[in-house]
């Protein structure tokens, strides 16, 4: 028996020391003879609690393994080029801690290059840093939140040259500046969400609202969130469960330019295994522990794991991950073949002046097909693209804004955030920020105007 | 309190295949009262004689199966929490069976 | 019924506001009493028929009837609906028998009642008259570990050539909403995008001979095992639950041996979802290999915190965007039986031939199972005939 990939030799190897049994070849880490798949002269990590593949190569192979899956997401997907201006988004957490750290190690290389190069001809890309506060809506100690922050603060600096600015933003900022009540309307706001997983996802799209906001305050044109494998698989069940499956395939996919500032997502083919691992070898968690105990504890969501449906898929997803540990990148590879939307891409403009709504409309004359026309629509509250038929009744619609506002959502968000009786969907509509209300707005014109077009190429056609 | 349970869809499987069984359950408590959290406790010492978590999971029964007391379903009259009485009839039938 | 009055609390229907509640529904959460349930349940299943356009007036149906909860409530209502909204449907019940003892003889004996009680006309196709071998031969002659394979495959066609026998224009299945959101998380779960984008359609096969349709797409499946009981109700002081529309609702206990710790059972569960012992995989009493078990679970457990959410992944699959590129291979006709097939042969007939030959490994999935020597062996014994090879690692459906 002979063989020569490289998932083969391990198992080969084995058998040779060990011919009477065929043991699992996850054993062969464990194996002192053994040495790194790849480079074949450091011994693997054998971490206690860790198996796999990952636990087959050395530290130094597993890192540049890892980086290249990031530096081929980034690159193969002009995800930064040396004009831009990146934001990070950072939560403390091990995935956006990695984020960080490869974004910084992409930097440094650029800057080097610039120094050493004659002409000075490319810049080096801009990085800054976002962590959203959320202390507001959930009850930590101001003490706690601002060792948070300080630590964060030391990790951000620590991560220089290049410096890099840190924009610390509390969450009720999302609402105008000049109120002053911002806390105070955003708990309200949140109150008003009787279903407990809704009020986990309204927090995740006020989260993603805050982020844009710094991004676009700061004059950042990329922002690139840590979300891994992993995650996005669980996204990838929770959407379908919760009858999002239209929408789907514009969250999933490593660019994601509906946004003003849109969003790149490097750390795609990462799983949480291996950015835990990594974050473990290097040190990278903050207070010397893991996220989930140090002090970042408090900076969880509600400082508890998700509940709900959210909390039921994500144990539901550990368990498969037990059983198959490959589980989650299937996951991920089926959504991967649903067809992506047209702004699952960096826009070819150069010129990042230009609003987004006015790239939009020239899209919207560029193609021709009715799919790019039906993906121009978008639920104010989680913004994903309605289906067309979903959002036609909009038309009929003529009374007051509330109910309005309730049927330009996707029938997801009517179902788990809006709330029910009109009285309190007024108010929630009283409490939203100014761009949730803006986009509902901005969906109800374009709609009228495809409704006009579509009455138009009909008459044409019948004449 | 003399009760009827019934089993079904399979789950008479895991009491002896036995369908129908008329049990006298005394409640352990002073009051005197019996919930269906109780008969479950029940149940789940004296008639389940196999893979109690077929039939159960945590302190209610399994998602899946369905629960009648006195012919109506037992989300209405409160789950865990319904009361019981003398000469109830409480019917479990597993959907985890046959298409 | 003399509960009713004790109880402190009485909760009324909501429709006619009269009547004691007896169930809550999944879909709506409105508590309905069972007059008025038992009419809503017919009412819903006849828009969708109407609305779907399942049926046209002197179209013969066959009833995919296997002497469980669905295949009988669908049998069932089917004929009540037939008769009452003047259908014009010639019905069938068609019935496998594998040969499996101790399982399927019980259970057609369940079908044979259903036959007289409704008065429909009963077809059985056995594997011992299509193919020659009973389920029983088979496993005594290829052991415990493929015999899910082999059900699977001659499982299929057997329908198929049973309705082709049948004459019928259309086979009906007992799938309920359960079943089909289970479906489209197995199918993200192992990657199928070509399955996925199928699953959720209430018609397929369109294309194919005989279509298939799923009447129970939306219907939940507690209404479904609710139904019989709430009919039965006044009966229940002679504890004849399920005496109208009895099912047969017991494992078998001949083959439970057979399926523990073999991870093509699971293979076979996932490729056949109307594999007869499905069942019992979804109860986790055999899984060896929990996923499957765990996808039900999961579709309980989601559906006790938001039953609404059932028919939303059934949504989702209605509305994910997949290409219509993505093709399943192209359909030629099996050289030997004629029947559909993407090969030379269909995948009944390679098997088939492998049986008849003594080397009953012959075109099973994985050419893992082979060990060298014996794969030399098919190879020798079937070189003229070119199917080995192009067979391995491929199942064509």
Same mark, same amino acid.
């Given at each position: 028996?002979?063989?020569?990939s490289?998932?083969?030799?391990?198992?080969?190897?084995?058998?040779?020391?060990?011919p009477s049994d065929?043991?699992?070849?996850?054993? %062969?880490?464990?194996?002192?003879?053994?040495?790194?798949?790849?480079?074949?002269t450091?011994?693997?990590?054998?971490?206690?609690?860790l198996?796999?593949?990952?636990?087959?190569?050395?530290?130094?192979?597993f890192?540049?393994?890892? *980086?290249?899956?990031f530096?081929?997401?980034?690159t193969?997907?002009?995800?930064?080029?040396?004009?831009?201006?990146?934001?990070?988004?950072?939560?403390?957490?091990?995935?956006?801690?990695?984020?960080?750290?490869?974004?910084?190690?992409?930097?440094? =290389?650029?800057?080097?290059?610039?120094?050493?190069?004659?002409?000075?001809?490319?810049?080096?890309?801009?990085?800054?840093?976002?962590?959203?506060?959320?202390?507001?809506?959930y009850?930590?100690?101001?003490?706690?939140?601002?060792?948070?922050?300080?630590?964060?603060?030391?990790?951000?600096?620590?991560?220089a040259?290049?410096?890099?600015?840190?924009h610390?933003?509390?969450i009720?900022?999302?609402?105008?500046?000049?109120?002053?009540?911002?806390?105070?309307?955003?708990?309200?706001?949140?109150?008003?969400?009787?279903?407990a997983?809704?009020?986990?996802?309204?927090?995740?799209?006020l989260?993603?609202?805050?982020?844009?906001?710094?991004?676009?305050q700061?004059?950042?044109?990329?922002?690139?969130?840590?979300?891994?494998?992993?995650?996005?698989?669980?996204?990838?069940?929770?959407?379908?469960?919760?009858?999002?499956?239209?929408?789907?395939?514009?969250?999933?996919? *490593?660019?994601?330019?509906?946004?003003?500032?849109?969003?790149?997502?490097?750390?795609?083919?990462?799983?949480?295994?291996?950015?835990?691992?990594l974050?473990?070898?290097?040190?990278?968690?903050?207070?010397?522990?893991?996220?989930?105990?140090?002090?970042?504890?408090?900076?969880?969501?509600?400082?508890?794991?998700?509940?709900?449906?959210?909390?039921?898929?994500?144990?539901?997803?550990?368990?498969?991950?037990?059983? @198959?540990?490959?589980?989650?990148?299937?996951?991920?590879?089926?959504?991967?073949?649903?067809?992506p939307?047209?702004?699952?891409?960096?826009?070819?403009?150069?010129? $990042?002046?230009?609003?987004?709504?006015i790239?939009?409309?020239?899209?919207r004359? @560029?193609?021709?097909?009715?799919e790019?026309?039906?993906?121009?629509?978008?639920?104010?509250?989680?913004?994903?693209?309605?289906?067309?038929?979903?959002?036609?009744?909009?038309?009929?619609?003529?009374?007051?804004?509330?109910? /309005?506002?309730?049927?330009?959502?996707?029938?997801?968000?009517?179902?788990?955030?809006?709330?029910?009786?009109?009285?309190?969907?007024?108010?929630? $509509?009283?409490l939203?920020?100014?761009?949730?209300?803006?986009?509902?707005?901005?969906?109800?014109?374009?709609?009228?105007?495809?409704?006009?077009?579509?009455?138009?190429?009909?008459?044409?056609d019948?004449? | 309190?003399?009760?009827?349970?019934?089993?079904?869809?399979?789950?008479?499987?895991?009491?002896?295949?036995?369908k129908?069984? #008329?049990?006298?359950?005394?409640?352990?408590?002073?009051?005197?009262?019996?919930?269906?959290?109780?008969l479950?406790?029940?149940?789940?010492?004296n008639?389940?004689k196999? /893979?109690?978590?077929?039939f159960?999971?945590?302190?209610?029964? /399994?998602?899946?199966?369905?629960?009648?007391?006195?012919?109506c379903?037992?989300?209405?009259?409160?789950?865990?929490d319904?009361?019981?009485?003398?000469?109830?009839?409480?019917?479990?039938?597993?959907?985890?069976?046959?298409? | 019924?003399?509960?009713?009055?004790?109880?402190a609390?009485?909760?009324?229907?909501?429709?006619? @506001?009269?009547?004691?509640?007896?169930?809550?529904?999944?879909?709506t959460?409105?508590?309905?009493?069972r007059?008025?349930?038992?009419?809503?349940?017919?009412?819903?299943?006849?828009?969708?028929?109407?609305?779907?356009?399942?049926?046209?007036?002197?179209?013969?149906?066959?009833?995919?009837?296997?002497?469980?909860?669905?295949?009988?409530?669908l049998?069932?209502?089917?004929?009540?609906?037939?008769?009452?909204h003047?259908?014009?449907?010639?019905?069938?019940l068609?019935?496998?028998?594998e040969?499996?003892?101790?399982?399927?003889? #019980?259970?057609?004996?369940t079908?044979?009642?259903?036959?007289?009680?409704?008065?429909?006309?009963?077809?059985?196709?056995?594997y011992?008259?299509? *193919?020659?071998?009973?389920?029983?031969?088979?496993?005594?002659?290829?052991?415990?570990?493929?015999n899910?394979?082999?059900?699977?495959?001659?499982? =299929?066609?057997?329908?198929?050539?049973?309705?082709?026998?049948?004459?019928?224009?259309?086979?009906?299945?007992?799938? @309920?909403?359960?079943?089909?959101?289970?479906?489209?998380?197995?199918?993200?779960?192992?990657?199928?995008?070509?399955?996925l984008? /199928?699953?959720?359609?209430?018609?397929?096969?369109?294309?194919?001979?005989?279509?298939?349709c799923?009447?129970?797409?939306?219907?939940?499946?507690?209404?479904?095992?609710? *139904?019989?009981?709430?009919?039965?109700?006044?009966?229940?002081?002679?504890?004849?639950?399920?005496?109208?529309?009895?099912?047969?609702?017991t494992?078998?206990?001949?083959?439970?041996?057979?399926?523990?710790?073999?991870?093509?059972?699971?293979f076979?569960?996932?490729?056949?979802?109307?594999?007869?012992?499905?069942?019992?995989?979804?109860?986790?009493?055999?899984?060896p290999?929990?996923?499957?078990?765990?996808?039900?679970?999961?579709?309980?457990?989601?559906? =006790?915190?938001?039953?609404?959410?059932?028919?939303?992944?059934?949504?989702s699959?209605?509305?994910?965007?997949?290409?219509?590129?993505?093709?399943?291979?192209?359909?030629?006709?099996?050289?030997?039986?004629?029947?559909?097939?993407?090969?030379k042969?269909?995948? %009944? $007939?390679?098997?088939?031939?492998?049986?008849?030959?003594?080397?009953?490994?012959?075109?099973?999935?994985?050419?893992?199972?082979?060990?060298?020597?014996?794969?030399?062996?098919?190879?020798?014994s079937?070189g003229?005939?070119n199917?080995?090879g192009?067979?391995?690692?491929?199942?064509?459906?």
């Amino acid at each position: 028996m002979s063989c020569n990939s490289s998932g083969c030799q391990s198992i080969c190897h084995k058998n040779d020391d060990q011919p009477s049994d065929s043991p699992p070849p996850v054993a %062969a880490a464990n194996n002192s003879n053994n040495l790194c798949l790849k480079c074949k002269t450091s011994s693997p990590i054998t971490p206690g609690s860790l198996s796999g593949d990952e636990a087959r190569f050395c530290a130094d192979c597993f890192r540049s393994n890892i *980086y290249g899956k990031f530096r081929l997401a980034v690159t193969s997907h002009a995800m930064i080029s040396p004009s831009d201006n990146v934001l990070v988004a950072f939560s403390g957490g091990p995935y956006s801690r990695v984020a960080l750290q490869f974004v910084h190690g992409l930097q440094d =290389r650029a800057q080097k290059n610039f120094e050493a190069s004659k002409d000075k001809s490319l810049s080096v890309f801009g990085v800054g840093v976002a962590f959203i506060d959320e202390s507001a809506v959930y009850p930590v100690s101001s003490d706690k939140v601002d060792g948070a922050i300080q630590d964060i603060r030391s990790v951000v600096s620590n991560l220089a040259p290049p410096t890099k600015k840190l924009h610390v933003f509390p969450i009720e900022n999302i609402y105008a500046t000049d109120s002053s009540d911002g806390k105070d309307r955003l708990t309200k706001l949140l109150d008003t969400v009787n279903d407990a997983t809704g009020k986990e996802d309204l927090l995740l799209h006020l989260r993603m609202l805050a982020l844009q906001k710094v991004a676009s305050q700061n004059g950042y044109n990329r922002l690139i969130l840590g979300s891994c494998t992993s995650r996005i698989a669980c996204h990838v069940l929770a959407a379908t469960v919760k009858g999002q499956g239209y929408s789907l395939s514009a969250d999933i996919q *490593y660019v994601d330019a509906r946004w003003e500032i849109p969003v790149v997502l490097p750390l795609r083919d990462c799983t949480s295994q291996e950015l835990n691992l990594l974050c473990h070898l290097d040190g990278l968690l903050l207070s010397g522990g893991s996220s989930r105990q140090g002090s970042l504890k408090t900076l969880q969501p509600f400082g508890s794991p998700p509940s709900g449906i959210n909390g039921l898929i994500s144990s539901f997803v550990n368990i498969l991950q037990e059983e @198959n540990p490959s589980r989650e990148c299937t996951i991920l590879r089926t959504a991967g073949k649903l067809t992506p939307f047209e702004f699952n891409r960096i826009p070819e403009t150069d010129d $990042c002046n230009v609003p987004l709504a006015i790239r939009r409309r020239q899209k919207r004359y @560029n193609l021709k097909t009715k799919e790019s026309i039906s993906s121009e629509l978008f639920c104010p509250i989680c913004n994903g693209p309605l289906k067309n038929c979903n959002s036609l009744k909009l038309s009929s619609v003529k009374s007051c804004q509330s109910s /309005r506002f309730n049927a330009a959502c996707c029938s997801s968000c009517q179902f788990q955030i809006l709330p029910k009786d009109p009285s309190s969907m007024e108010n929630f $509509c009283s409490l939203l920020p100014q761009q949730v209300v803006d986009r509902a707005k901005h969906g109800n014109c374009s709609l009228r105007e495809q409704i006009q077009d579509c009455l138009l190429s009909d008459s044409e056609d019948e004449n | 309190m003399q009760l009827t349970l019934e089993f079904g869809g399979g789950l008479e499987l895991l009491c002896d295949s036995v369908k129908i069984h #008329d049990v006298n359950v005394i409640p352990n408590n002073e009051v005197d009262k019996l919930t269906m959290k109780d008969l479950l406790v029940w149940v789940r010492t004296n008639l389940i004689k196999e /893979r109690p978590e077929m039939f159960m999971k945590d302190d209610s029964v /399994r998602p899946g199966v369905l629960v009648l007391v006195n012919d109506c379903d037992w989300e209405l009259s409160g789950q865990l929490d319904t009361p019981l009485e003398e000469k109830d009839v409480v019917v479990f039938i597993s959907t985890l069976h046959g298409g | 019924m003399e509960g009713n009055h004790k109880k402190a609390r009485v909760r009324l229907c909501y429709l006619c @506001n009269q009547r004691r509640a007896a169930l809550k529904r999944p879909k709506t959460l409105e508590q309905i009493c069972r007059e008025c349930f038992y009419e809503l349940f017919e009412e819903e299943i006849h828009q969708v028929i109407v609305k779907n356009e399942l049926f046209k007036p002197g179209e013969r149906i066959a009833i995919g009837a296997s002497g469980g909860k669905d295949s009988t409530v669908l049998a069932y209502v089917l004929s009540e609906l037939n008769r009452r909204h003047n259908y014009g449907l010639d019905l069938f019940l068609l019935s496998v028998d594998e040969g499996i003892t101790g399982y399927r003889d #019980d259970s057609l004996e369940t079908v044979k009642r259903n036959e007289l009680q409704y008065g429909l006309p009963l077809k059985i196709v056995s594997y011992k008259d299509l *193919y020659g071998w009973t389920m029983d031969e088979i496993v005594k002659t290829i052991g415990l570990k493929n015999n899910c394979t082999f059900c699977g495959v001659f499982r =299929r066609q057997a329908l198929d050539r049973g309705a082709a026998l049948l004459k019928v224009d259309k086979v009906v299945t007992g799938h @309920n909403a359960d079943d089909i959101a289970e479906t489209v998380l197995l199918n993200i779960l192992r990657g199928d995008i070509a399955r996925l984008s /199928r699953c959720t359609s209430i018609t397929t096969g369109e294309d194919g001979p005989i279509p298939r349709c799923k009447p129970f797409k939306y219907t939940y499946e507690k209404e479904i095992v609710i *139904y019989p009981s709430v009919e039965n109700l006044n009966k229940m002081v002679t504890y004849a639950y399920f005496k109208r529309l009895d099912y047969f609702s017991t494992e078998c206990t001949t083959l439970s041996p057979l399926f523990h710790g073999y991870s093509l059972v699971l293979f076979c569960y996932f490729i056949f979802p109307s594999c007869l012992l499905r069942d019992y995989f979804v109860a986790g009493i055999y899984s060896p290999n929990a996923y499957r078990g765990f996808a039900r679970e999961f579709i309980k457990d989601l559906e =006790r915190m938001r039953p609404r959410a059932i028919l939303d992944i059934i949504k989702s699959g209605e509305d994910f965007r997949i290409s219509t590129s993505t093709k399943m291979p192209e359909q030629g006709i099996c050289e030997r039986c004629g029947y559909i097939s993407s090969q030379k042969w269909c995948k %009944a $007939c390679v098997l088939l031939e492998g049986l008849n030959k003594g080397l009953p490994k012959l075109g099973i999935g994985r050419s893992r199972g082979l060990d060298n020597n014996h794969r030399k062996d098919v190879k020798q014994s079937n070189g003229t005939k070119n199917i080995e090879g192009k067979q391995c690692g491929s199942l064509d459906f």
